[in-house]
């Protein structure tokens, strides 16, 4: 099992330029997620989603989409980057009756 | 905000003490879990405690939760250097598995 990994793990953008990061996991999970951490701010909430073809706001969803076409698969877009989406992104993903979430390794993305 | 607070938000220790940290939040909760992350990797989850529940053991972790008082600790006894980490609590508030994380305890434990 490669449990959670996400694509890319690094990238620098300039500022109006899009970009898809991809999130994949193998564990058949339902809930999946976009975090952002910035120095001391801890992780905040971008997006989740419940199920495949289902999305939800997080707390700070403005700037991103996501889609969620497979189970396996849950896509984070920046449509025109901007300074302050400088930061590590992580994917996690959770399942079954646990409510434990399973990480990925984080993309760190730059924007100039 | 509905993040839960970690307090201290550093700590440094020499091995073989013990490395207590807590956790405040704002709104009742369904659960609390602890999570460890080192540097420049993902989060990994350390233990769950329900809101029924006051008191949890893995390992040499323990893990309070005080629902009165908003508030949860976590106990690292008899710390070794590999668990220096930052540890960042996540309170779920509602449906759908959605967590809230503070902004983390930094553990720096000294050899």
């Known amino acids: 099992n490669a449990g959670v990994t996400q694509t890319p793990k690094f990238r620098v953008l300039k500022t109006g330029q899009s970009m898809t990061l991809l999130c994949a996991q193998d564990m058949n999970h339902e809930y999946m997620y976009w975090y952002r951490q910035d120095p001391g701010m801890g992780l905040r909430l971008i997006h989740y989603s419940v199920g495949e073809g289902t999305t939800a706001k997080g707390e700070v969803p403005d700037g991103y989409n996501v889609s969620r076409l497979k189970k396996q698969n849950f896509l984070l877009g920046l449509e025109s980057a901007a300074p302050s989406q400088t930061s590590v992104y992580f994917c996690a993903s959770a399942g079954g009756n646990s409510y434990e979430q399973y990480f990925g390794p984080g993309t760190r993305l730059t924007v100039t | 905000s509905q993040q839960g607070e970690e307090d201290p938000q550093a700590l440094s220790i020499q091995e073989g003490e013990n490395a207590t940290m807590n956790c405040s939040y704002k709104?009742?909760?369904?659960?609390l879990q602890w999570y460890r992350q080192n540097s420049g990797r993902g989060l990994v989850h350390l233990i769950l405690i329900r809101s029924n529940e006051r008191e949890k053991h893995s390992g040499r972790l323990r893990v309070t939760l005080d629902t009165s008082k908003k508030s949860s600790s976590l106990l690292i006894t008899a710390s070794r250097a590999a668990d220096t980490a930052s540890y960042f609590c996540a309170t779920d508030v509602g449906n759908f598995n959605k967590f809230y994380f503070g902004s983390g305890t930094k553990l720096n434990v000294k050899p």
């Open positions: 709104t009742s909760i369904n659960n």
